[in-house]
Every structure is written in C-alpha cells, then in structure tokens.
C-alpha cells in the first residue's frame, strides 16, 4: 500500500491555521527543509492534492452564538444547520442568503431536492419541516419522537411533494401529497432500530438502521438489496453510518471503520476491481454488487467521491478511548482527541494523501461531531479526480465551531495547458493542437475549447476536422454560442461549405436552437432529418421546407404533411411545390401529396381537382375513372380536353356522359374501343330508349357488331326486334350460332322465370293457409301473476288438446273490440279471478260464457261430425275446437 501521509495541518488559503497549529506548523516546515537538503536521494514528498480555505462570510458570526450540526449542499448554495434548530441559507463564499427558524432543538439531516428548489429538514424535537427556497411555502410535520434523516424525492415538485423520513422510531416513512390535500403516509420499513441516515437519487432509496444498509426501488416499490452493518459497532448512534450517491448506479457507504462501494446492478457482470459479492436480492430486476470493500485504521466521519478515488474524513482515536465506552456527551472533558483527517484513498484502500486538518477545539470532539458534504452531487468520472479551473468539486468539512472548505489542488497546471492552446491560435496553428487537446483529466477552461473550435471555423480545410470535433467533444466542454457567432456571417459567403453547415447545426442543437438546426439539416438532405423532427416535435418548422424534405424521401414527407395538416394547409404544400426552382419532379412530388390527401379527405384539396386530373393522366392514369367518379370539382370541358391529347378514351366517354354527350360517347365507345359489351352498359346506365336506337343504328354500319349486340342484348332488347332491322343481304358473321344460342338462352330464363313464378305462388299459398288457421285459435287466459300455461283451449277431444299444447298464453296489452268486456255477457273481464279465452280477432269471452254460446251450434257441429268433414288444414272440424262465436256465426 503506497502511502504519502502529512503528520502536519496543511496551510490554509487566508493564513489561518487551528487555534495552536501556527508555531507548529512553522516549526516543521522548518524540519522538512532540512530534511530535504541534507537528503538529496530520498524522494520528494508528493504535493498535496487539496488545497484547504477557512469558510468566511457569515459563518463565524453564526458559529459564534451557535454550533454546526448538519450541512447539505446544492448546486446554488449550501444550508447549515445548527444545535438551536435554525436553518441557514449560504452562498459558497459563506454569506448568509436565507434564515429559517424551522426547528427548536438540533437539526440531526438536511436534504435538497434535485433543482435547489425546496429543503427540508428534521430534529430532535420530532418535527419535519420543508420549506420552498423561492416562495412562502412551509410545511411542517409532527411525530413526538426525535427524526434522525430525511430525503426529499429528486423530483420533489414534480412528483407529489413525495419525501421519505425517519427516526428513533424505527419507521421508514413515506410521504406523498393528495390530490384533494393533505398527505398519504406509507410505511415503507418498521420495526428493525432506529433510522440514522438516508439518501435518494433517481428512483432509489437507500437507509440505514440498526441492522444495515437497505436499498429501495421506488419506482417499483421494491426492496433491492440489504447489507449488514459491520461487525463490531456496539452502538451505532455514536459510530454513524455515512451513506452518499456517487452517481445514479453506485452507493458509498462508510460506517465505523468499514467502506463499502455497492452498485446497482441489471445483469449478472463483473464487479470493478475484480471484486464480486451479490448482496441477496429481492427484486429480479436488480441487484446490488460490492465492488469495493476495505477496513480503515481509524473512524468514518465523512465520505465523499474525488473521481474514481475516495475522499474519507477520519477521526483517530486514542489507544485509550477505544477501551473506553461510548459516553453520551457531545465534547470529551479531557480534551485529548486527535486531530481530524482527510485521506485520500483509492476503492483498494490505496492510500493517496494524508492531511491533518486545523480544527478550531478538535481537542475535544468525537467522530459523530464532524460532518463532510461535497458537491457537486454527481461527483466526477474523471480519472484522478481533474477538472477545469471553476468546474471542481468542493468538500465542506463541518465542526460544531468551524467549517473548511477543501477543493482540488491542480488550476495552475490546468492555466498553463490553457496557455498553450491560447499560444498556438496566436501563431495561428491551432488546428495542428486540436486533435490533442484533453478533454478530461484535465479538462481545461472553457474558454480554451471555444477558442480552438472557432479557429477552424476560419480554412475550410479544417472544416472536417472541425465537424468531427463537434461531434466528438462533450458539449459541457464549452459554450456553442460563440463558435455559432463565428461562422454564421459565412454563411452567404463563398468559404461556407456543407461541412461547415452541418457542424453548425450540430452547434444548434447543442445550444437548444433545433428550428435552425432542422433547416441546414433539410438544407443538406440529412436522412436522419425526419427523426430530427419527431424528436424534438418541429413539425410547425416543416413549412417551408418541404421541397427539401420531399427530394430527400417523397414518401416519409407526404406522410408528415398529411398527419399534420391542420398544421401545414394544402395551399402552403402546393405553393411550394409549383414554384420551387430546385432541380426536381415537382409535378411527380404534387401528385404524391395530392393523391394521399384525395384518399385521406376527397374535399380537402378540391381547389386543385383540376390539377389533379392532369396528374393522375401523367402518372397513374388508372386511378382516374375511380377519381373521377368520386370528385365533382373539375372542370369536365378541361378534363375531356386532357383526355383527348393523351387518347384516353374510357375517361373521355366518362366525362362525355358526365356532360349528357350520350350519343357522342357511345359512338367512342363503338368506334374506338370497338367493345360492344361496354357500350351495352352504358346505355343502360343511361336509361335512354333513343340511345338504344342509336346504338342499333351505329352498329347496323358493322356486321360484326350486329352478332356482338345481338349476344349482348338479351334481357334488354328483342332480339327480334334487332334481327328486323337488319337490311337484306347483310352478311353477319356466325350469325346462326348467335340466334341458337340467343334462343336457347332466351328458353333457359323464360324456364327460370316460370318456375321462380309457381313456386312463390306456392309460398304465398301455404303462408296465407297457416295464417288463416292461427288467426282463428284462442289464448286461455289465466291469473297473471301465475305462469301462464299456454295450451290452446279445446274440447275433450284429446287430439285438440295436444296440438293447442305448443300455443302460450300471452300478457295482452291491446283493447278488445268489446272493450275490455265479455262478447256474450258484457261484463268486464276480471282476468285476475275467471278465465278468459281471447281470439286474434279481438273478441274475448269468459270461458264459460264461451261454451254456453257454442251450444247453440251443437247440433250442426254434429251433423258435420257424423259426415266426416274436416277443416281445410286436415285437423277434425272446426265444432270439435272453440271458435269465436261472432266470427262463426258471421262466416255462416
């Protein structure tokens, strides 16, 4: 383990060092010259890493009347909290923005969401308060226990005002806002000790209690992994754990004397460093990987990333303290602690720098009285931790009387590597450094990038490179307005090139400028345009831009213009086309765009029917009669006009008959389609009896026509008729097989006709027979609230009963023609108590009223019976079944 340790405070940047660090620190500075000039062979002691500034601003007078407790840091600013429950807003150089009375004992975690927009905070007298940054908004809630950490989701203003908090109580809540107000509590872990820290980023949780570090998915609600705590921490409220996100996917965790390095994992691959251990996963969906694991010789106060090494806040105790059990008091009376530590240290627990830091009364401090925050929150993939000067990171060291502030130590090298770049645009040579300049470790000054790129905006030789500098830098390296600011005055001059249009678009895109980008992309025929403009949703921008865009893929571009027509009307499209001057088919393109929009909505674009006609005459002349036939907003003069210049004859009989030209169409069809079956159907689409005289008369010049009409015209016309007019002497081809066949076939359908005639005949028959017989039968009636039996009323005759057996009885709701009355006795029909029987005449009868008026028939009934008559449907005669009197005595 390579180790270069500092046994001495480092300088601090305002001179101030601990409060009697002073003289010591003179005095070996003092040894190590020394050391050095008596020692030429031995190796120089590496340079510090960081470089150390005491916080200022308003931070000592705060600290005065109070002590730091908790700090958090955003992207804007830096929040302090104190023992007295007060909240204070910082800027970076220390100056008090904000002050928030939020709590009234000490605030043990801060937590910030993802734009620095709200803050909350917990204490140890059991109250949560979040308050909005920018505006009133407070809220503030109660638990009656000491809350220990709190985490604010990311996405806090975006997503319910959701944030996860807990405590002494040993709950892990969860808290989202209600539509209607108020807020849904969930509890998200119970029952496993206290919660003493959290942290949240993206869409994971992570927490840590008595038993270990667990980590959630909160978008799908389920736990990832859990790790136990280390071995040998008695009482983790004195040895805090120190959970931080290095990014999205990789989770720092420091606790007593044990760093661990977890990543989220989605598949089974290879831990970094060699270093596989799965953690027992609880969802298949991820997992969580230890890629680094190591032990330190001292306790974690504090962890943070420095790229892909550690920084780690230590705190040395004395041989003796570690016998000693953890006291309950904040400051040790005997005033022996040692000095805190920075250590720089790699996920090997390779061992970088050492640095002892000047703490105001760190004689008296334990580790839970440090604290180490950094931003910013991402950390930096950049290997050996090099940024640009104004881009690095800072680590916020707090006391409970003191704050320093450390940050890295590499800006003057990164100044002078900025020079070069600056040097070399001097002599005007700055294309041949291009491709060397880093990008990353280090990452030089802003300015040094802007100035590369804007130099080979100046050759177009270097326009290449220049394109693929683009395209290859990171667009955080630098800001494109400057660069677009040097070549958009080339772009009307002759040094502009397509290289160079296509890098600036490129610089449009990354400054937010997408319209300008998406015009030198159609400009340039960019196939990937189309995506472009689904992307970024430009759809308004294709206006006048769809001559480029049709040259580029006709296809994909009449599809855009017709899904998006209410945006781009038609007459904007046709304009466009028409008077383009690109070298193009933009007649092709128009009758592209036309036809889809005919197809979509056949009005949408009648103003250029006649347009359109000509169109489809030029490229698809098979869809003109379907065009045709549907459109009624072309000129039928300019139409048959096209028509006969291109000889399409079909269209011009179309467009005849359209004009009511019957006669001249029909002699078109004859005379040049020579299709007699055509003409046939025209004419009986015309409706027209001098039309077919016309067509007789025209086909009699063409004895080849006369056979065609005759086979043609069976059904419509007489072929005898044809035949009499056929002068003397007139040689017809085939004309004895046409007139077999037009007999045969005229004796086939006559065949066809008759029998269609008897057996309809026959249908109407036996239809009217049925009918009869069922309008004759009665419904027996019984009590409605019972099920109605449906047997038809008959006599004793067994043979009645069974065929009345398939009749159910129906809840009649029309009046009978007595009015609700008896035929016979005319009182009302009581259908609840008595009987009824009710015929599809409308008469109705009480049963036994019934019965007694047939006795009167009796005796003819049985003269009938004894003849053995029976009714017309074969069944016994009409006296052996109940009959409507009136009916039967009318027939009679």
């Known amino acids: 383990m390579s180790t270069a340790r500092r046994v001495h405070p480092p300088p601090l940047q305002n001179g101030a060092g601990g409060d009697d ?47 730091a407790a908790s700090i958090a840091v955003a992207d804007r600013m830096v929040a302090l909290g104190t023992h007295n429950g007060t909240l204070h807003i910082l800027d970076f150089q220390g100056n008090q923005v904000k002050e928030i009375a939020a709590h009234t004992a000490t605030i043990n975690d801060i937590s910030f969401d993802a734009d620095g927009e709200y803050i909350g905070s917990c ?16 809220l503030k809630f109660e638990y009656h226990r000491p809350m220990k950490a709190i985490a604010l989701d990311p996405n806090y203003s975006r997503n319910y005002k959701r944030f996860a908090t807990g405590g002494l109580a040993g709950q892990v809540l969860v808290l989202t806002k209600k539509t209607w107000g108020g807020y849904h509590k969930k509890i998200l872990r119970d029952g496993e000790g206290p919660i003493h820290s959290m942290k949240w980023r993206t869409d994971l949780l992570a927490w840590a209690n008595d038993a270990g570090v667990k980590v959630h998915d909160m978008k799908t609600d389920k736990g990832i992994a859990f790790i136990e705590r280390p071995k040998g921490i008695s009482r983790p409220e004195f040895l805090l754990p120190h959970l931080v996100w290095q990014d999205d996917t990789v989770l720092l965790i420091g606790w007593g004397t044990s760093v661990k390095i977890a990543a989220i994992r989605t598949d089974l691959s290879q831990g970094l460093n060699g270093i596989q251990r799965t953690i027992a996963a609880v969802s298949s969906e991820k997992y969580v990987d230890i890629v680094g694991s190591f032990q330190a010789g001292y306790h974690i106060s504090g962890i943070a990333p420095f790229g892909d090494l550690l920084v780690v806040l230590a705190y040395i105790p004395d041989e003796d303290e570690k016998e000693k059990k953890f006291s309950t008091s904040v400051t040790s009376r005997q005033g022996t602690a040692q000095r805190p530590e920075i250590h720089l240290v790699s996920w090997k627990n390779d061992e970088i720098t050492t640095d002892a830091l ?35 990171p800072l680590y916020y060291i707090v006391s409970p009387k003191d704050i320093v502030v450390a940050k890295p130590r590499f800006v003057k090298m990164l100044q002078s590597k900025s020079l070069w770049v600056f040097h070399f645009a001097h002599l005007r040579q ?3 450094l291009v491709p060397y300049i880093p990008t990353e470790n280090p990452q030089l000054s802003d300015t040094a990038y802007e100035v590369a790129l804007v130099a080979l905006t100046t050759n177009p030789s270097f326009h290449e490179l220049l394109l693929a500098t683009v395209k290859n830098w990171p667009p955080t390296l630098y800001s494109a307005s400057p660069v677009i600011s040097a070549i958009e005055p080339q772009l009307n001059s002759s040094s502009m090139t397509d290289t160079l249009k296509e890098a600036l678009a490129e610089l449009y895109v990354i400054n937010g400028q997408y319209q300008k980008a998406l015009s030198l992309y159609a400009e340039l025929l960019k196939p990937e345009v189309f995506d472009f403009i689904e992307k970024y949703n430009l759809h308004d921008a294709i206006r006048d831009k769809v001559v480029n865009l049709m040259i580029l893929d006709s296809k994909i571009t009449v599809h855009l213009l017709i899904q998006h027509r209410d945006i781009i009307a038609p007459y904007e499209v046709v304009e466009q086309l028409l008077h383009t001057n690109k070298n193009c088919d933009k007649r092709y393109f128009l009758h592209l765009y036309l036809h889809a929009l005919f197809e979509i909505d056949i009005h949408a674009g009648k103003d250029y029917h006649d347009m359109q006609v000509e169109l489809y005459a030029d490229y698809e002349p098979r869809m003109l009669l379907p065009f045709l036939r549907t459109s009624q907003h072309y000129r039928l003069d300019k139409a048959y006009e096209i028509f006969a210049q291109r000889e399409l004859v079909r269209e011009q009989v179309f467009v005849l008959g359209r004009m009511g030209n019957s006669k001249e169409a029909l002699s078109t069809i004859i005379n040049k389609l020579e299709k007699i079956e055509e003409a046939v159907e025209f004419v009986t689409e015309q409706h027209d009896d001098e039309l077919w005289e016309e067509l007789i008369r025209q086909c009699l010049q063409k004895p080849e026509m006369v056979g065609m009409l005759l086979e043609h015209t069976v059904g419509n016309l007489d072929p005898l008729y044809i035949v009499s007019l056929v002068p003397d002497g007139l040689e017809i081809p085939r004309l004895r097989d046409r007139l077999v066949k037009i007999v045969t076939d005229y004796r086939t359908e006559t065949s066809l006709r008759n029998g269609c005639n008897d057996i309809l005949k026959a249908d109407c028959v036996n239809l009217l027979v049925k009918y009869y017989h069922e309008a004759r039968r009665g419904v027996y009636m019984t009590s409605m609230d019972e099920e109605v039996h449906g047997n038809r009323v008959a006599d004793e005759s067994s043979r009645a009963s069974e065929r009345s057996s398939s009749v159910r009885a129906l809840d009649i709701k029309s009046r009978t023609r007595c009015g609700a009355r008896c035929c016979l006795c005319f009182d009302p029909l009581p259908i609840q108590d008595i009987s009824v029987i009710v015929f599809y005449c409308c008469h109705a009868y009480h049963l036994s009223c019934l019965e007694g008026g047939l006795d009167s028939m009796k005796s003819n009934s049985n003269q009938d019976s004894d003849n053995g008559s029976e009714d017309e449907d074969g069944s016994p005669s009409a006296e052996s079944r109940i009959r409507c009197v009136l009916c039967t005595t009318a027939a009679a």
Do not use: C, M
């Open 358 to 392: 000047p703490i105001h009364g760190y004689e008296h401090y334990k580790a839970k009285d440090y604290a180490l925050a950094h931003a910013p929150f991402s950390g930096s993939s950049n290997a050996g931790g090099q940024w640009a000067a104004g881009d690095e």
């Open 123 to 138: 204490s140890d007298d059991g109250t949560v308060a979040i308050s909005s940054l920018f505006t009133d908004e407070n």
């Open 430 to 432: 700055l294309p041949v």
């Open 21 to 67: 660090g002073g003289d010591e620190h003179k005095e070996e500075d003092g040894d190590e010259g020394e050391e050095e000039v008596e020692d030429d062979a031995e190796e120089e002691e590496e340079e510090p890493r960081l470089k150390y500034q005491r916080l200022g601003g308003s931070v000592p007078a705060i600290l005065s009347t109070d002590t």
